[in-house]
Nanobody
Framework: QVQLVESGGGLVQAGGSLRLSCAAS??????MGWYRQAPGKQRELVAT???????NYADSVKGRFAISRDNAKNTVSLQMNSLKPEDTAVYYC?????????WGQGAQVTVSS
């Protein structure tokens, strides 16, 4: 059974930085990434990265966030810089293997103004 375990997150002032990490049990994930959900809003894509290193970012985080992964360790990380109050949300780790999607339990990120 695949499990995704997130770490990092927390409270930071606007303009600050945080790093999220996610460790997956199992391997052969074609896509790994991060989604977020703010109160009263739908879950949205933040960034994804393929096993080959191809990346995709939401327009709202381009130039501020950087996603990376270690295929040997089955981990994915999200470096978040220049954080804004509107980045406040629960961030979910995501992984796809074949046709199955897996999610982490979520990590709270709160950015104060």
């Amino acid at each position: 059974q695949v499990q995704l375990v997130e770490s990092g997150g927390g409270l930071v002032q606007a303009g600050g930085s945080l790093r999220l990490s996610c460790a997956a049990s199992g391997s052969l994930f074609s896509i790994m990434g991060w989604y977020r959900q703010a109160p009263g809003k739908q879950r949205e894509l933040v960034a994804t990265i393929s096993s080959g290193g191809g990346t995709n970012y939401a327009d709202s985080v381009k130039g501020r966030f950087a996603i990376s992964r270690d295929n040997a360790k089955n981990t994915v990380s999200l470096q978040m810089n220049s954080l804004k109050p509107e980045d406040t949300a629960v961030y979910y780790c995501y992984a796809r293997r074949w046709t199955a999607d897996y999610w982490g339990q979520g990590a709270q990120v709160t950015v104060s103004s």
